[in-house]
Nanobody
């Protein structure tokens, strides 16, 4: 059974940093792409970042580009999201997700929640102004 568990969320002041981690179990995840999404109250879940199975290709939403970095450790079955220069508008529940089923290649990354098959329970990130 696939399980994803996020950690590292919390309360931080604007301009600060947080590092989210997602631990995956139930499969060997080194063959699968993984992503981070977020959902603020009253809003739809939105794409944050995507990383290919090898870790060699990464993709970001324009709103976080230059501030967030996605990475993965295939030996440890983990994916991380380093978030710097946080803004109040980054406040949301952050979810990691994994793509298991084969999908058509997308050159700009997999930005649709339907591109992912399994999700974690989420971790709250709150940025105060």
């Amino acid at each position: 059974q696939v399980q994803l568990v996020e950690s590292g969320g919390g309360l931080v002041q604007a301009g600060g940093s947080l590092r989210l981690s997602c631990a995956a179990s139930g499969r060997t995840f080194s063959s699968y792409g993984m992503g981070w999404f977020r959902q603020a109250p009253g809003k739809e879940r939105e794409f944050v970042a995507d990383i290919r199975w090898s870790g060699g290709n990464t993709y970001y939403a324009d709103s976080v580009k230059g501030r967030f970095t996605i990475s993965r450790d295939n030996a440890e079955n983990t994916v991380a999201l380093q978030m710097n220069s946080l803004k109040p508008e980054d406040t949301a529940v952050y979810y990691c997700a994994v793509r298991i089923r084969p999908r058509l290649y997308k050159s700009s990354g997999y930005r649709d929640p339907d591109d992912y098959d399994y999700w974690g329970q989420g971790t709250q990130v709150t940025v105060s102004s």
